[in-house]
């Protein structure tokens, strides 16, 4: 039998932003919590992603709490900025972090909660689950895809940019993270560059007349959903004009409302929209098959690229975590978030795991706080 360990009055699952960011509100607090992490060290997802990222929020929204984001990141900082905050935020933490320990299932005992892990058995009062709304990505099941001789790779795994210099390159998907390829593609000599887009995108420009858009983000973030689709349609057709004269089709549902319906967000521009006009790009309707050597469209086309980049999404991959306690929606999100309790179910909480318009780290920053003085009350 695996050792018990002691009971602990919190336990947290997963140091990424939203585990960061509790364990430093509770620690304000006088709970010093136990973190858990699958990943060998801290920041590991940020070490994964392609040495071109930067953030797509400004650097007064990407910062966790009780830590300013220096100066020297810049006004969107690179992801090497960012892996050097998150060691340095995680070093000054009193609670421990213990690596390389993955939790393959929770359940409910008399004592609180009843954690099952790569290291043995844990039992805590409290369990808060901040594995990340972005754990799996997903690569759609299409016909013919596993005979395809070219590479198929999910944005999660972009790469190197010199790996699509002379290639034929298909991204499937306009949202978020497919633009954000797409922006670093642009800049890259590529033989043909195609973005597949289903059923359509809002897309916003990172600066409009010389300031950052992300930085209203925190004002618009409080107005009502109807209101503040329209004032993002608005900023899209000001700074671009209606980009179906393009190929780029605008989806049926505005871009704060479809972010809280579907989770997904709205694209951030940064030279993409420009290369459409050039013609660098080429909208192509939605993917629908694969045979040996090309891809089949909606409408027919078959196109013939070397890489197919798949902008698809991703899933939290709870399912065998915590799927039995019907916590999950269709989606594989849990039903509740943050401070919102689980009806049946006290003590334990999910962080981090609905997307937010003014980005990842103010989402920590803000959602921590709520929580954090649940957990803290006696």
Not at 3 to 14: A, F, L, N
Request: proline share 7%; hydrophobic share 40%; with cysteine.
């Amino acid at each position: 039998m695996p050792v018990v360990h002691p009971c602990h009055r919190v336990v947290i699952v997963g140091a990424g932003l939203s585990g960061l960011a509790l364990a430093y509100r509770l620690e304000r607090l006088g709970v010093r919590s136990k973190i858990l992490d699958a990943a060998p060290r801290i920041a590991e997802t940020w070490r994964r992603r392609h040495p071109q990222l930067r953030l797509n929020t400004h650097r007064h929204f990407s910062q966790l709490p009780g830590r300013s984001l220096p100066r020297s990141a810049g006004v969107f900082a690179g992801r090497d900025s960012v892996i050097r905050y998150l060691e340095a935020y995680a070093q000054a933490l009193g609670s421990p972090i213990e690596f390389g320990v993955s939790v393959s299932r929770i359940e409910p005992c008399d004592d609180g909660w009843y954690l099952e892990t790569s290291a043995g058995q844990i039992v805590t009062s409290q369990v808060v689950v901040a594995t990340g709304r972005e754990r799996v990505p997903v690569i759609p099941d299409w016909p013919g895809r596993e005979g395809f001789r070219g590479r198929v790779r999910h944005a999660a795994d972009f790469g190197s940019l010199d790996d699509y210099r002379d290639r034929r390159v298909l991204v499937v998907g306009a949202g978020n993270s497919g633009v954000d390829v797409l922006n670093h593609l642009v800049h890259q000599y590529t033989r043909r560059l195609w973005v597949s887009v289903r059923s359509g995108t809002a897309i916003l420009p990172k600066r409009l007349l010389g300031v950052p858009v992300q930085r209203l983000s925190g004002v618009i973030s409080r107005l009502p959903t109807v209101v503040t689709d329209r004032l993002l349609a608005m900023t899209e057709r000001l700074a671009f004009g209606d980009l179906r004269r393009v190929g780029l089709p605008r989806h049926s549902l505005g871009a704060a409302t479809r972010l809280a319906r579907d989770g997904v967000a709205p694209a951030i521009d940064d030279g993409f929209v420009r290369a459409l006009e050039r013609g660098i790009v080429t909208v192509v309707p939605k993917v629908v098959e694969f045979e040996h050597q090309k891809v089949v469209l909606d409408d027919g086309q078959r196109l013939r690229p070397d890489i197919v980049i798949c902008a698809t999404g991703y899933r939290p991959g709870l399912e065998d975590m915590v799927g039995h306690l019907k916590v999950l929606d269709d989606r594989g999100v849990p039903r509740c978030q943050g401070a919102e309790p689980l009806p049946g179910l006290p003590g334990l909480w999910f962080l981090g795991m609905r997307p937010r318009l003014f980005g990842q780290f103010h989402a920590a920053r803000r959602d921590s706080r709520a929580l954090a003085r649940c957990i803290s009350r006696p």
